[in-house]
């Protein structure tokens, strides 16, 4: 199963909002609603910040959001600060006993 | 919210056997909340489950590692562990232990710090 596809940079200035792309196929994404993403700042674990699509854990701001269309889900952080700064992850269920990340994107805050 | 550490050699040979256990405190292993579960992350690329283990020892595998992989649980330490066989420079990663709900389909919502290990001769 390959991995999903993410864009490897986004960028944004504090307080605009950025989308960032998660996609892959009808057996993957578009087949199931259990697509998450993580944030990993340098040299830490990841923190789940989307599960189920566009569920939020308690404790992550709302300015992070989920959705998807299709076979492509999106991360949007709206309100930009600089302390979202970090990498992202999607992943997605992928039927058959399996699960699958993306290659990840740097989010960078100019 | 339970604890998780990962703790095990930070260097193994080629060919050799990886072993790393996750020791869990703040909550019992044998509640049956969670799935027990290893994720990797090789240096400066994405994340790859490894697999999942219920306090029952029923166990999920990534098909991909399926052969080379085990996880077992110790319900009287209160700790799960990882052994991964027949090594090589490719399995050099940051590993990680972290719960899920499910295997599979929930996320995983609780992480350890993460450990590094360098497959090298």
């Known amino acids: 199963q390959s991995a999903l596809t993410q864009p490897p940079s986004a960028s944004g200035s504090p307080g605009q909002s950025v989308t960032i792309s998660c996609t892959g196929t009808?057996?993957?994404?578009?087949?199931?609603?259990?697509v998450s993403w993580y944030q990993q700042h340098p040299g830490k674990a990841p923190k789940l910040m989307i599960y189920?699509?566009?569920k939020r854990p308690s404790g992550v701001p709302d300015r992070f959001s989920g959705s998807k269309s299709g076979n492509t889900a999106s991360l949007t952080v709206s309100g930009l600060q600089a302390e979202d700064e970090a990498d992202f992850y999607c992943?997605?269920?992928?039927?058959?006993?399996?699960?699958?990340f993306g290659g990840g994107t740097k989010l960078t805050v100019l | 919210q339970v604890q998780l550490q990962e703790s095990g050699p930070g260097l193994v040979k080629p060919s050799q056997t990886l072993s790393l256990t996750c020791a869990v405190s703040?909550?019992?292993?044998?509640?049956?909340?969670?799935?027990w579960s290893w994720i990797r992350q090789p240096p400066g690329k994405g994340l790859e489950w490894i697999g999942y283990?219920?306090?029952?020892?029923?166990?999920y595998y990534n098909p991909s590692l399926k052969s080379r992989v085990t996880i077992s649980v110790d319900t009287s330490k209160n700790q799960f562990s990882l052994k991964l066989i027949s090594v090589t420079a490719a399995d050099t990663a940051v590993y990680y232990c972290?719960?899920?709900?499910?295997?599979?389909?929930?996320?995983?919502?609780?992480w350890g710090q993460g450990t590094l290990v360098t497959v090298s001769s």
């Open positions: 009808s057996s993957d994404v578009g087949g199931y609603n259990y």
């Open positions: 992943s997605s269920y992928a039927g058959s006993n399996n699960l699958i």
């Open positions: 972290a719960t899920a709900a499910r295997p599979l389909t929930a996320p995983f919502d609780n």
């Open positions: 189920e699509v566009s």
């Open positions: 703040g909550g019992s292993i044998s509640r049956g909340d969670y799935y």
């Open positions: 283990i219920y306090y029952s020892g029923s166990t």
